[in-house]
């Protein structure tokens, strides 16, 4: 999944953090109207209640917009981790 993160600066490493727990790779950061503007892509089984979490963290001041963007291959280790129940 494509997610497009804005935060309040003093949010970004916390947040950041939360995307990198959830195998997510930041593709580009970008100070918008005081915000930062944080785009990442990560895989959709990580990102089941991730509004939630996200508007704890940031202390309800961070939006993001979560859209498709394509398939992958699951990495290996995570199959097992699948397959193993």
């Given at each position: ?17 939360d995307l990198n ?65």
């Open positions: 999944m494509c997610v497009d993160v804005a935060v309040p600066e003093e949010y970004t490493g916390v947040v950041t953090g727990r959830r195998r997510g790779i930041i593709k580009g950061m970008e100070t918008k109207n005081g915000a930062q503007c944080i785009k990442a892509e990560v895989p959709l089984s990580e990102l089941f209640g991730y509004i939630t979490v996200l508007r704890t963290l940031s202390s309800g001041r961070a939006s993001a917009s979560l859209t498709f963007q394509d398939y992958q291959l699951v990495p290996e280790q995570a199959a097992r981790k699948i397959v193993a129940g």
